[in-house]
């Protein structure tokens, strides 16, 4: 019997578009463990005010408590599990005071130039970032450009580019560490 070549269509690749690699998700859980470590730092008055889920700020608080190296990382972990549940932009707001205004403008040039410019200016962030993505990076640009070629609405872009934001603002809080 003879064998039927294997013929994929641009529909195929469309499913398969913006859905995130293994190797992107299980780098999203470990940037989420870092950002449950960086809420750990904060003091309890301030974990009790987040606006999250009872949970997680019973696991932070739990945290807090552990002084075991092996118990801590696996609380972490189930930390950044329930944080994969919360607004990242909520959190990350909430993070933000400690960068202040400052390294906040200085993050938002760095998005405007990684959409303008692209390879060059990501492999200079990847220099300065060590916790960053190259591939991740260039999967938020390529996407804003798609974006912008599809002429969506404004809002639709402003969505990307937040997307893009709070991967930067992610880096940059576990790279100050």
Known sequence: ???????FTDEDFEILEGRASKTEQKKAVQRM??????????????????????RLIDAI????????HEARRRQF????????????????SYLTPQQGAKKTAQLQRWVDRIIKDGDPIINEF??????A???TLRQHALR???????????????ESR????????????????
Request: hydrophobic share 40%.
């Open 77 to 92: 972990q189930r930390v950044g599990k329930l944080l994969r549940n919360e607004d990242e932009t909520v959190i990350l």
């Open 126 to 131: 990847c220099k300065v970032h060590n916790a």
């Open 33 to 54: 463990a870092a950002l449950g470590e960086q809420l750990a730092q904060l003091n309890p008055k301030q974990i009790q005010q987040l606006p999250v889920d009872e």
């Open 144 to 158: 804003i450009h798609r974006d912008m070629a599809k002429n969506l609405t404004e809002a639709e872009l402003a």
């Open 61 to 68: 608080l739990d945290a807090q408590t552990i002084t075991s």
């Open 162 to 177: 937040l997307k893009l934001f709070n991967y930067v603002q992610q880096v940059a809080l576990l790279s100050d560490n």
């Open 133 to 135: 993505e190259r591939h």
């Open 1 to 7: 019997m003879a064998r039927r070549p294997n013929r």
